[in-house]
């Protein structure tokens, strides 16, 4: 059974950084898309970035040349480096496993991002 994991939120000020991690477990298949999305209180959950298992990248405008994604094929993780933090990243992101064959998709618990002013 395919599990995700989401760590590494948490309080930073405007301008900081963050690196998400998102453990997978359960998962042996290689056509799928791997990424984060995030959902601020009143707004709908937003796609940010993702990455293909044959090494294809997305970013969503809002995060794009500042945020990072990357994958551990080795260790199951998915990263998003989060840099130059802005008061409206506030949110929680959660990461998001997608099968493409089957458009099956898994999420994880999800993990809180505060950024201050």
């Known amino acids: 059974e395919v599990q995700l994991q989401a760590s590494g939120g948490g309080l930073v000020q405007a301008g900081g950084s963050l690196r998400l991690s998102c453990a997978v477990s359960?998962?042996?298949?290689?056509?799928?898309?791997i990424g984060w999305f995030r959902q601020a209180p009143g707004k709908e959950r937003e796609g940010l970035s993702c990455v293909s298992g044959i090494g294809d990248i997305y970013y969503a405008d809002s995060v794009s040349g500042r945020f990072t994604i990357s994958l551990d094929d080795a260790k199951n993780t998915v990263y998003l480096q989060m840099n130059s933090l802005k008061p409206e990243d506030t949110a929680v992101y959660y990461c998001?496993?997608?099968?493409?064959?089957?458009?099956?998709?898994?999420w994880g618990q999800g993990t809180q991002v505060t950024v201050s002013s």
């Open positions: 998001n496993l997608q099968f493409l064959i089957t458009d099956l998709t898994y």
């Open positions: 359960g998962f042996t298949f290689d056509d799928y898309a």
